[in-house]
């Protein structure tokens, strides 16, 4: 039986730029580092009316370094590759943990962080490399809120529930105006 795959078991991958060629192909532009995931998977889901429907990858013709022209099965001419022109693309977390050495930090995007000591905090909104240090920035208690991402402050990493444990800087949480 196959599982049902929701928005929220999923990573946003990159959108679809424009049509490529005349046979339906697409050109994508595909957030950074996931270009050696997409080369490995079997399909990618397209973000129709808030829910992710899969489309099989018949063939790349080509992929880059934050591109990729893709051909879909079932999308055989422009006309109907137009329809999916701007759509978000979207990659299932469990193909991501099957890919885990090859994990990006904006896959990150959507994990809930998990203090030691308060307890759930909130997700991860965006993630940004500041001269090679990681930030992952989430929203507690309507305030953004930025924590560097460094291994030793990381207690547990579990990508199949989208969480990670930390034991984050004191007074990190404290939110005086």
Do not use: W
Not at 46 to 54: C, H, Q, R, S, T
């Amino acid at each position: 039986m196959q599982k049902v795959i929701s928005i929220e078991n999923c990573v946003e991958a990159g959108y679809v730029k424009k049509t490529h060629g005349v046979q339906g192909g697409l050109h994508l532009i595909i957030n950074e580092n996931l270009d050696a995931i997409i080369e490995e998977i079997e399909f990618l889901f397209f973000e129709i009316d808030g829910l992710p429907v899969p489309f099989f990858i018949e063939t790349i013709s080509s992929l880059g370094t934050g591109y990729a022209n893709i051909q879909f099965m079932y999308i055989e001419n422009k006309e109907k590759a137009q329809h999916y022109v701007g759509s978000k693309l979207l990659i299932d977390k469990q193909a991501l943990a099957n890919q885990a050495e090859i994990m990006t930090p904006n896959a990150l995007i959507g994990f809930t962080i998990i203090d030691q000591k308060l307890g759930e905090i909130g997700q991860v909104t965006e993630v940004n490399d500041f001269g090679g240090n990681i930030v992952l920035s989430i929203n507690y208690k309507k305030r953004e809120v930025m924590i560097p991402f460094n291994e030793e402050l990381i207690l547990s990493f579990n990508i199949e529930n989208t969480t990670i444990t930390m034991d984050c800087p004191e007074g990190l949480f404290d939110l005086t105006e």
